[in-house]
């Protein structure tokens, strides 16, 4: 599925089963706690922290894909077609660590 397929996909879904787009700030709060979620589940999985008895084991394809549905909700409702941004954000990216990356010590 492409970035441009996603937003379809998801805008259709809005419409059909949740009613409308909550407004942004909503889902800029909503965003921030799904990637909360994400990592509770990186740091009890390759961090130190272990897994309460009390917690269900939760799954990082699912965090990870809530994530990419409240941003790609966030695009939508502001107007961002997220295959430019990202190629314009690769492109800036390229320009400015093109090399930086690769002459730091700590990465080699």
């Known amino acids: 599925m492409t970035l441009a397929a996603a937003q379809k996909e998801v805008d259709t879904w809005i419409k059909t ?15 921030t706690e799904e990637v909360g979620e994400v990592a509770r589940i990186i740091a009890r999985t390759y961090g130190e922290q272990s897994i309460k008895k009390t917690e269900q084991k939760a799954e990082l394809k699912d965090e990870l894909a809530d994530v990419l549905f409240v941003l790609i909700c966030l695009a939508n409702q502001t107007g ?9 954000n690769l492109s800036k990216k390229t320009l400015r660590d093109s090399e930086r990356h690769k002459s730091n010590k700590k990465l080699l």
């Open 17 to 31: 089963h949740g009613v409308r787009y909550f407004n942004e700030l909503t889902n800029m709060a909503l965003l």
């Open 80 to 88: 961002i077609d997220l295959t430019e941004a990202l190629k314009n």
